[in-house]
């Protein structure tokens, strides 16, 4: 199973931009997106289950950032709002056929990842 995802691109400060993931094979239970900048580790940013009723957006992001899951068609969503020059550069979605709950955040509870989306933010 792949994950394709797309939506990534340059935008100005204050700007916004609308990731899309979208698996190519079987359907999976949980989704999750993560990102790294230059030198950094990567990190989370937010998760939603198949349902979308369970969602997690990191603490720092709230209010800028929100997921969301168009069943039907099995894609997930990253919608990011208020772009900032400090955000990251590199996003990526990650899958699980599993529920996670609580474990959410925890990139090594992902088996399956996409190949990562550039979202960049410059003036």
């Known amino acids: 199973a792949q994950l394709i995802e797309s939506g990534g691109g340059l935008v100005q400060p204050g700007g916004s931009l609308r990731l899309s993931c979208a698996p190519s094979?079987?359907?999976?239970?949980?989704y999750a997106w993560f990102r790294q900048g230059p030198q950094s580790e990567r990190e989370f940013v937010a998760a939603i289950d198949r349902s979308a009723v369970t969602r997690y957006v990191a603490h720092s992001l709230e209010g800028r950032f929100a997921n969301s899951r168009d069943i039907a068609n099995n894609t997930a969503y990253l919608q990011m709002n208020n772009l900032k020059p400090k955000d990251p550069a590199v996003y990526y979605c990650?899958?699980?056929?599993?529920?996670?709950?609580?474990?959410?955040?925890?990139?090594?509870?992902?088996?399956?990842w996409g190949q990562g989306t550039q979202g960049t933010c410059s003036s």
């Open positions: 094979g079987p359907r999976f239970e949980h």
């Open positions: 990650a899958a699980s056929k599993s529920f996670l709950g609580s474990n959410s955040s925890d990139r090594g509870k992902y088996p399956t």
